[in-house]
T-cell receptor, first 120, second 113 residues
Framework: EPEVTQTPSHQVTQMGQEVILRCVPISNHLYFYWYRQILGQKVEFLVSFYNNEISEKSEIFDDQFSVERPDGSNFTLKIRSTKLEDSAMYFC??????????????????FGDGTRLSIL | DAKTTQPNSMESNEEEPVHLPCNHSTISGTDYIHWYRQLPSQGPEYVIH???SNVNNRMASLAIAEDRKSSTLILHRATLRDAAVYYCILRDGYGGSQGNLIFGKGTKLSVKP
């Protein structure tokens, strides 16, 4: 079964440094998402991406964050200047498009196993 | 997205059925009911979703109340591998919306051998 893959599995970075988290969504999926989970807390939505642009973002996703689909397979999350509070598990997810955009439907989101980001 | 209410935790014995409840009294007509689970040290995993009718797949069954204000995820025979946090999430499906998931605290299911 196709999977969402994320690299690296663990990233350790000094505070203030830039970090890029990488994801390879499932190949025929068109919607992409980033979520994060601080240790012991809920999974929180960061951003969704469709048709090469951000479709939704949360309050967490401030100017320090950016996303990019640099080629046909990768989807990246960049944090420009990391802070201690950015330490968390970051999950990428992807989903298909509905067959007809006007129909009421929901496609499941498929998640990767995450990147553990540790800021020192 | 409308809010859901789930018990914080439940226990089950291995090889017995498990019924995980979810209340969603403010559900709207276009909200789909989704269930995800998160095994320890893994990302969330899709389990099942439905709109009005009961649904079955290889992982579980979803029973939806007639008024849609509650639903129950049914694991027919719990295994140790089913120990996870289970999330009940409502998502608007109007116009093909594929919006983000809003996770609550979920129900932590423990399975005893």
């Amino acid at each position: 079964e196709p999977e969402v893959t994320q690299t690296p599995s663990h990233q350790v970075t000094q505070m203030g440094q830039e970090v890029i988290l990488r994801c390879v969504p499932i190949s025929n999926h068109l919607y992409f998402y980033w979520y994060r989970q601080i240790l012991g807390q809920k999974v929180e939505f960061l951003v969704s991406f469709y048709n090469n642009e951000i479709s939704e973002k949360s309050e967490i996703f401030d100017d320090q964050f950016s996303v990019e689909r640099p080629d046909g397979s990768n989807f990246t999350l960049k944090i420009r200047s990391t802070k201690l509070e950015d330490s968390a598990m970051y999950f990428c997810a992807s989903s298909k498009s509905p067959r007809i955009l006007t129909e009421n439907s929901n496609q499941p989101q498929h998640f990767g196993d995450g990147t553990r980001l540790s800021i020192l | 997205d409308a809010k859901t209410t789930q018990p914080n935790s439940m226990e089950s014995n291995e090889e017995e059925p498990v019924h995980l409840p979810c209340n969603h009294s403010t559900i709207s007509g276009t909200d789909y009911i989704h269930w995800y689970r998160q095994l320890p040290s893994q990302g969330p995993e899709y389990v099942i979703h439905g709109l009005t009718s009961n649904v079955n797949n290889r992982m579980a069954s979803l029973a939806i109340a007639e008024d849609r204000k509650s639903s129950t995820l049914i694991l027919h025979r719990a295994t140790l591998r089913d120990a996870a946090v289970y999330y009940c999430i409502l998502r608007d499906g109007y116009g093909g919306s594929q919006g983000n998931l809003i996770f609550g605290k979920g129900t932590k299911l423990s399975v005893k051998p």
